[in-house]
Structures are given as C-alpha cells and as structure tokens.
C-alpha cells in the first residue's frame, strides 16, 4: 500500500480539482446540473482514484487505478475543450 498524500501525482491532482472547480464557479447557471457538473466529477475522479488505487493491496491493482485517473483526466480535457467550443 501507498500513502496517497505523500504521492506527488496526487497532490497535483488535487490541486487540479481545486481549480477546475474555482473555473466552473464562473460557467453559466443553466450548465450547473449538466456540463459543469461533469466537469466537476471527472474533475475530483483524477485523485479520488489515485487514493483508491493506493489504498489497493497490490502494485497490480494501483496501476490499474492510475490507468483509471488517466482516462479521467483525458475525460476532463475533453469536456473542457468541448466547452469552450461552445463559448457559453
């Protein structure tokens, strides 16, 4: 097992979070229930998986949880790009 808070990986996913939540503070109030609250859950999904997988008993299932926080982070790319696509 890995102490989730000591891995840099994961501190910088939270600070990621914490500003991809302060960002969405400012989208539109008709977006809150649907793309920013998306946003906002692929957002928290990056380190919330990090910690999972530390948590995990083997280094097998870790890697798979920080394969799971990737596909988060490519999720949360992906919504943001579609956003300012949209230029709300």
């Known amino acids: 097992m890995h102490n989730f808070k000591e891995l840099k990986i994961w501190q910088e996913a939270m600070t990621l979070a914490k500003k991809v939540f302060e960002l969405s503070a400012s989208f539109p109030a008709n977006e809150k229930y649907g793309l920013t609250s998306?946003?906002?859950r692929s957002a928290v999904s990056v380190p919330?998986?990090?910690a999972e997988g530390a948590g995990r008993?083997?280094?097998?299932?870790f890697i798979q949880f920080l394969n799971i926080a990737r596909g988060s982070a490519f999720e949360l790319e992906t919504q943001l790009l579609f956003y300012k696509a949209l230029a709300l």
């Open 38 to 40: 998306q946003i906002n």
């Open 48 to 50: 919330s998986n990090i």
């Open 57 to 61: 008993g083997s280094d097998k299932e």
